[in-house]
């Protein structure tokens, strides 16, 4: 992926699509097939840059990975027990990696020093550590807050009762990876629902877990079971599909076989709110439930976002922004600070973006306001933020004049054949 990008003004999005498999299930379904006894099969798993950095991890770990070019991989796990050593391990631009991985290798009593690149060094892991602290893990952190990161194998950690005052789908699934080696019950409880991938891929691959009342429940020392199984479509992925489609002048597009995660659909809630033509149409519901997304092009209004969603939108709020430009009359979200602490300040890019675009900006701390009106394109730098540049290039499709968008070889980390897609469907992005 070059690190610049011109997406010609206009466009159409039409056809009917298919995106990568999901980052979030992919990353667990390594994880679990890892720690199984067995050989677990994942087909449609992603071969995105993120994933990638999981399987190099364990594959240094000593793990047997096998990828093939289908998409297709086989683990033989485990059974529990990692060999000590003291590792070194670089997981690139992937949060999900370093910070699921604070919480089982602490939890396994492993030694190693956890990095990435510039980006990753920069997120704060801190939210992590403290929890893992009361269980008794031994971690240094740079500053007190980031990467790169020493875990000290300690004695068998502690279960724990713990209630993250941050809604964050990867504090909560490191507290329950951790909780895996515990003798006992660790419990978290939820101030708002995050994604549940981590407890849906326990439960396949045979944990002794429970959710009830906001609360879950994981008890240690389990015998998880290889499985086969089908990674979804990552709706995260969709959505920049999903935006394009309503916002072109000639949309209608049909996203077959993605996942439906309702701790993920926040953006189709919002987007309903502001009138968008969208129809979901639920298929299957195994361990993740999968369906169609069939949409249409039509005219949007601004809202005020509802705060309960944005746990359920967290990732989908650069694409969500594009829409906001779009639409008439203004578009307003507050209580989302946590957008600032992602690959970038998705707040601070995407609205010095939008402004230099020509669109009416004004934001706060823990949010953003949008006056929806005319994109008058230029040059954009979306600061090695993969959603903020694939926005970006959404946004051309209602754009005056063609895009410049500095710093996008990121977009690999997600979404690998972005490019090949939207080209295909009718946007002119080289």
Do not use: W
Request: glycine share 10%.
């Amino acid at each position: 992926m070059k690190n610049e990008l011109v997406a010609k003004s206009g466009g159409r999005v039409i056809g009917e699509v298919e995106v990568p498999g999901d980052k979030s299930i992919s990353h667990r379904a390594i994880i679990f097939g890892s720690l199984a006894s067995g050989k677990s099969i994942i087909e449609n798993c992603l071969m995105g840059d993120d994933v990638l950095a999981t399987i190099r991890a364990f594959k240094d770990m000593g793990i047997e990975i096998n990828v093939s070019s289908e998409n297709l991989v086989s683990i033989n796990g485990c059974n529990m027990s990692i060999r000590q050593g003291k590792y070194q391990l670089d997981l690139g631009n992937s949060g999900t990696s370093i910070r699921l991985l604070m919480g089982l290798l602490t939890g396994m009593g492993i030694n190693a020093l956890l990095t990435g690149d510039d980006s990753l060094r920069r997120r704060p892991m801190k939210r992590v550590s403290d929890p893992l602290a009361k269980m008794g893990a031994k971690i240094k952190l740079t500053n007190h807050e980031y990467a790169p990161l020493e875990l000290f194998g300690s004695e068998l950690l502690k279960p724990i009762k713990f209630e993250p005052k941050v809604a964050s789908a990867q504090v909560k699934s490191a507290v329950l990876l951790a909780g895996l080696f515990c003798d006992g019950e660790t419990v978290v409880k939820e101030i708002s629902q995050t994604r549940d991938h981590t407890e849906r891929m326990l439960a396949l691959f045979g944990g002794d877990i429970k959710v009830q009342g906001g609360h879950i429940f994981v008890t240690g020392k389990p015998t998880l079971k290889a499985q086969k199984l089908t990674v979804p479509g990552d709706f995260s992925s969709a959505a920049f599909l999903l935006v394009g489609a309503i916002i072109a002048d000639q949309g209608e597009l049909l996203i077959k076989n993605v996942g439906l995660n309702p701790t993920r659909l926040g953006l189709i809630e919002m987007l309903k709110k502001m009138g968008a033509n969208i129809h979901v149409n639920l298929i299957s519901n195994e361990f993740e439930p999968v369906g169609d997304i069939r949409v249409r092009n039509g005219d949007l209004n601004g809202i005020t976002v509802d705060p309960s969603l944005i746990p359920a939108a967290i990732d989908e709020f650069p694409i969500f922004f594009i829409a906001a430009a779009c639409a008439e009359g203004v578009t307003v979200l507050r209580g989302a600070n946590e957008l600032r602490h992602k690959e970038s300040d998705r707040l601070a890019v995407m609205g010095e973006g939008l402004s230099r675009m020509g669109i009416k900006v004004k934001r706060f701390d823990d949010g953003i306001e949008i006056q929806g009106g005319a994109i008058s394109g230029g040059s954009v730098n979306a600061r090695g933020d993969h959603r903020c540049a694939m926005s970006f290039i959404i946004a051309s499709l209602k754009a005056k004049r063609s895009i410049k968008i500095l710093n996008t070889k990121e977009i690999t980390t997600s979404f690998p054949n972005f490019l090949e897609i939207i080209n295909s469907l009718g946007l002119s992005v080289n």
